[in-house]
T-cell receptor
Framework: GAGVSQSPRYKVAKRGQDVALRCDPI?????LFWYQQALGQGPEFLTY????????KSGLPSDRFFAERPEGSVSTLKIQRTQQEDSAVYLC???????????FGDGTRLSIL | GESVGLHLPTLSVQEGDNSIINCAYS??????FIWYKQESGKGPQFIID?????DKRQGQRVTVLLNKTVKHLSLQIAATQPGDSAVYFC????????????FGKGTTLSVSS
């Protein structure tokens, strides 16, 4: 596809469960980003990968959040022992490199019951 | 056309008017800025970007103005159409410090025909 693809589009989980969110970046994009967007707010940065290297994880809210990009392409954001405050839209973005515009997927809407 | 000097959360215009959406950014060291459009249920869509060595950049029907003196960014949309209705976010980046985009407060643009 031409754009960033995220799956699933919607995820409902019970509090305490683990979830995994997937991102397929635009082909050839070196840089990959995860953001969290609360209702009515702008996206907030979580973490950044350059190829397979996670160069910035300063935005991850707790050690329950973990991201990986083992082969420098697809990335997974994992949230362990989910809490209600984790409910949000999780957006993935990719760019050719860190100096170029970031292009976003349509996100995964996560609801924790 | 509709012109707003300060940031307002909503902006209503008539089809065919020119729209101006304003944004105050936070970091005087920021050197890269992007405007995004976000429709309901979708991810932010790249509109136009500008680097700090410029004060104006034009795209198709859109113009971005950057005033570094007062840390102000604006997006002008010419001949606004109903399809322009969405939430608009400005985002800033200080490339020396990292790759995270810092998003401003969004403005909801409503275009009536």
């Amino acid at each position: 596809g031409a754009g960033v693809s995220q799956s699933p589009r919607y995820k409902v989980a019970k509090r305490g469960q683990d979830v995994a969110l997937r991102c397929d970046p635009i082909s050839g994009h070196v840089s990959l980003f995860w953001y969290q967007q609360a209702l009515g707010q702008g996206p907030e940065f979580l973490t950044y990968f350059q190829n397979e290297a996670q160069l910035d994880k300063s935005g991850l809210p707790s050690d329950r959040f973990f991201a990986e990009r083992p082969e420098g392409s697809v990335s997974t954001l994992k949230i362990q022992r989910t809490q209600q405050e984790d409910s949000a839209v999780y957006l993935c973005a990719s760019s050719l490199d860190r100096e170029r515009p970031q292009h976003f997927g349509d996100g995964t809407r996560l609801s924790i019951l | 056309g509709e012109s707003v000097g300060l940031h307002l959360p909503t902006l209503s215009v008539q089809e065919g008017d020119n729209s101006i959406i304003n944004c105050a950014y936070s970091n005087s060291a920021s050197d890269y800025f992007i405007w995004y459009k976000q429709e309901s249920g979708k991810g932010p869509q790249f509109i136009i970007d500008i680097r700090s060595n410029m004060d104006k950049r034009q795209g198709q029907r859109v113009t971005v103005l950057l005033n570094k003196t007062v840390k102000h960014l604006s997006l002008q949309i010419a001949a606004t159409q109903p399809g322009d209705s969405a939430v608009y976010f400005c985002a800033e980046m200080w490339r020396q410090a990292g790759t995270a985009l810092i998003f401003g407060k969004g403005t909801t643009l409503s275009v009536s025909s």
